[in-house]
């Protein structure tokens, strides 16, 4: 494990990491299955399937950590000598019989009527009117279109934003995507924001209006309706991460979209083979139905031999970071990653953490995850793909649920973030001087 910047990572970035009190490592948490994981079986209680958030004290260095993670835990925060991770009560049960010290935390949300509740935030309902408002209102600016479903039948849109949007032009391909695990819904307010300053700032801001009229860019608002429906439709959260895909053979339901997808998957200790997991991968890559309609519609990006997607962000919660390829290894450089791609990966990762105050980071730094859509997007697309792990850095600050007063300054927060994204979006070597090796005509 190396939480310490490498290479020639920015200083900033080194200041800011120890500045940090508790590194909140959010959707990056990963597990492998343990050798003696029980299977879940029907008669499993709906009380022991309902995640909920644990401390587990003892852990003081990153291999311990890891180790916790390789039972099977799914690891939210890091602190000195604890670790806050997600369970249901029967995985909790299994960790303690490791011999593992853990403490359920209670929940900020069943005490605190200051807390998020689920109308803070956009249904997937009003996310699409939101999305069909701004089509109506932009009619040359914005179109929308369903590119798949989901397991439960629901459409999965995606959201075009540029200059001609009618037309398929021979221009650099942003996408931004949001909500692959359910219950981080402040994503898809970021989606939300993002197509409202894009839109309203058009014709008026300089610098937006020369990115649109030289970039096309996509917005998948919600990568997971049904899981994101089902943590809010009973007027409470769940705590629900996973999508709604029943597994045979168990009656835990969900795979972990990040880590359904089909680059080292399952290569690495990086994800879970047990069905009750939080980080459960799926009985094969792409086995989940929404991962295999974002990656066909990246695959249909490929136009006359060239993919059109050059940059991408994939937003989730929480922890401020800021993180790139790879996650299946520790190595800085790997196959089919140069040091001139990861110093570009770098510098650019670094420069848009200048802007919002994340820490930034390879993903590995962390701990190994595989089968995510960063390192699949890179290696099997050449697309220079980001994680955000946004606000807030740890649970006592409402964790995946942070209450609706914050949604507007957070979201706002990435502002510069995106426009840097999509501003390198034409040659991401551009940032190290490498234009002329990478991106001459």
Known sequence: MRLIPRGRRATTAAAASTLVLALALGSQAMASPAPDAPTETAESSA???????????????????????????AIDEV??????????????????????????????????????????YHTYEETLAAVDAAVAEHPDL????????SYQGTGIVA????????????????????????????????????????????????????????????LIPS?????KTYDTESGSFRNWRKNRQPNSGSSAVGTDLNRNWDYEWGCCGGSSGSPGSETYRGPSPESAPETVVIADFVRGRVVDGEQQITAHIDFHTYSELVLWPYGFTYDETAPGLT???????????????????????????LYITDGTINDWLWADQGIFSYTF????????????????????????????????????????????GAEAEYCSA
């Open 223 to 227: 990568a997971n309706p049904d899981g």
């Open 389 to 432: 792990e946004m606000y807030p850095t740890s649970s006592l600050e409402g964790g995946f649920y942070p209450p609706g007063s914050v949604i507007d300054r957070e979201t706002s927060r990435n502002r510069e973030a995106v426009l840097m994204l999509m501003e390198y979006a034409d040659c991401v070597y551009r940032i190290i």
């Open 159 to 218: 959201v075009k934003i540029s200059d001609n949007v009618g037309v398929d032009e021979d221009e650099p391909e942003v996408l931004f995507t949001h909500n692959q695990h359910a219950r981080e819904h402040l994503t898809v307010e970021m989606a939300l924001y993002t197509l409202e300053e894009l839109t309203s700032q058009y014709g008026s801001d300089p610098e937006i209006t020369e990115l649109l009229d030289t970039r096309e860019v996509w």
């Open 339 to 365: 040091q001139d791609d990861a110093d570009a990966f770098e510098a650019l990762g670094v420069a848009m953490a200048d802007t919002n105050g994340y820490t930034p980071q390879q993903s590995s730094d």
């Open 47 to 73: 009380a022991a399937q309902t995640p909920r958030q644990y401390q587990v004290s003892g852990l003081s260095s990153p291999e311990e950590r890891t180790e916790l993670a390789r039972a099977g835990a």
């Open 142 to 149: 914005v179109s929308s279109q369903v590119i798949g479903e």
């Open 79 to 120: 602190h000195g000598d604890s670790v806050v991770i997600t369970a249901d009560r029967s995985e909790a049960e299994r960790l303690r019989a490791l011999g593992y010290e853990l403490a359920e935390l209670p929940s900020a949300l069943d005490d605190d009527p200051t807390a998020a509740a689920p109308a803070d």
